[in-house]
């Protein structure tokens, strides 16, 4: 019974042998089964090649957001020809939403004309406050004050402890209201402190359309403007730079000699801590003439603009004498990703984040060809990119960019000149889809591979061996 189980067993056999003396090597036979196992070996390693390769989908659908409904704006930019003074942030949109000098997310800086920061941040406070001014208009009683041009400028700064200077245009209307006010605390200082026998302190004005190279010297960019310069403080720092102060207190006759008298108040005792009310009305000057303004604001998914420019509610500009120029260090929207995420993302799709900062490092400069009151714009188109990975039972989002393109413009302006960003976003997203692959597949396609192969390799080995014996059996015949 057991040799009948195993012979039906043996019945069942598909790969029946043949014994080794009824089989015959051939040449041909020999060299066709070189040829096939390189091709095995080559085909499989195509086939491991696209199993351990990336396989993604891109397809375009309605943008489905998690992030909310604003989107976060990242900027540093630098400004040569801007005063961090009066440098502010403005954003609107096409839903009336209009935030003016926007402080509290971003910072300023001082810089030279090579972008250079000069100093620490700078803090200019708001000046979009309302100015308190003389209630009276009219003539005043004469010029108390002195006037300063380039020549008398630095003598009167080495001679008083405290000089007191209203960098002012006859055309500005700020100007115009600051001046009844400013000769007569002008005068009611020089009869307390007269400047012959007391000396302490002295008030004086600078005419920027006379003295338009020792305006831009203190870097004044808007009028008027009040500077507090203190004797020793025409020493130049390390960057070559002076130091002083800006006043932006009220400018009523009261506020002004009060403060005046808290100013030479400490003179005859050195160490005498200045009084704290005043600091709020006077900061360090801005020590150069350009500005690094950097920092993000959040603003709603429609399209709006992001515009820097000069902004005061109580200083009048020449426009003519502004210049926007500026280099973008960095302009990117959407939430920072990390490093290790942007690396995994682009394993996926190698060109993802080319276009993320597109503007970064470039420089919108003018030199003037196009005339004044030049604004330089850029349209800013910007799209949703997100990258999914499927590994696993659930889908990952490995990170959600925004690109944009970016096309760029200088036009003339009726109004002051500004950077502006104007920006739409696309209602549609990419959707980048990581294919997953089954091992099992890839096991079936090198099963096919071989099995193909043989098949192959054999029907060729029967042909060319039967080719081969019909020869010799033609030449055969022919010899008899």
Not at 42 to 64: C, H, K, P, R
Not at 157 to 167: E, H, R, T, W, Y
């Amino acid at each position: 019974m057991p040799g009948l189980s195993s012979s039906r067993l043996k019945s069942m056999d598909f790969y029946r042998k043949i014994p080794r003396d009824l089989t015959e090597a051939s040449l041909s036979g020999a060299g066709l089964s070189i040829v096939a196992a390189l091709a095995m070996v080559f085909l499989f390693g195509m086939e491991l090649s696209n199993y351990l390769a990336v396989n993604t989908s891109t397809s375009v659908i309605v943008d489905n957001s998690s992030d909310g409904e604003f989107l976060r704006i990242e900027f540093n930019i630098s400004f040569p020809a801007l005063s961090c003074e009066f440098a502010a942030v403005d954003v609107s949109d096409v839903l009336g939403t209009n935030r003016l000098n926007i402080t509290k997310t971003v910072r300023k800086f001082s810089i030279d004309h090579d972008l250079r920061p000069t100093g620490a941040e700078f803090h200019s406070g708001s000046t979009m406050h309302l100015i308190k001014h003389d209630e009276y208009v009219g003539e005043h009683e004469g010029e108390s004050s002195v006037t300063l041009n380039a020549r008398n400028f630095d003598v009167f700064s080495k001679q008083f402890p405290i000089l007191v200077v209203n960098f002012y245009a006859p055309w500005c209307y700020w100007s115009n209201r600051l001046k009844p006010s400013w000769e007569k605390a002008a005068k009611t200082m020089a009869e307390r402190y007269d400047p012959e026998t007391d000396g302490r302190i002295i008030l004086a004005k600078v005419d920027c359309t006379e003295e338009g190279e020792l305006c831009r010297r203190h870097h004044i960019q808007g009028y008027p403007s009040i500077r507090i310069f203190r004797k020793g403080s025409d020493l130049r720092d390390e960057h070559g730079h002076h130091e002083h102060e800006s006043y932006y207190g009220d400018r009523d006759t009261d506020t002004l000699v009060q403060t005046m008298e808290t100013l030479v108040a400490p003179i005859p005792a050195l160490h005498h801590k200045l009084d704290n009310s005043t600091q709020s009305i006077k900061r360090p000057a801005p020590s150069t003439g350009g500005c690094r303004v950097e920092g993000y604001v959040r603003v709603k998914k429609v399209p709006g603009n992001l515009i820097i420019s000069a902004r005061s509610g109580s200083h009048s500009f020449d426009t003519s004498l502004m210049n926007m120029s500026h280099v973008v260090s960095h302009l990117s929207f959407g939430l920072k990703f990390a490093p290790k995420a942007l690396v995994d993302a682009k394993r996926l799709m190698p060109y993802i984040g080319r276009s993320h900062d597109r503007l970064n490092g470039r420089a919108f400069v003018n030199q003037r060809d196009v005339g004044a009151n030049v604004t330089i714009e850029h349209y800013l188109q910007v799209v949703k990119t997100e990258v999914v990975s499927r590994r696993g039972s659930r889908d990952h989002t490995i990170i959600e960019e925004y690109e944009y393109t970016a096309h760029s413009s200088l036009a003339e302006s009726v109004d002051i000149p500004v950077a502006k960003f104007h920006f739409e976003l696309s209602p549609m997203q990419v959707l980048i889809t990581e294919l997953p692959k089954s091992f099992s597949h890839f096991i079936t396609n090198v099963c096919a591979i071989i099995g193909g192969i043989f098949t192959v390799a054999g029907i060729l080995d029967s042909l060319l061996h039967n080719t081969i014996r019909l020869v010799k059996k033609v030449e055969l015949g022919k010899n008899f």
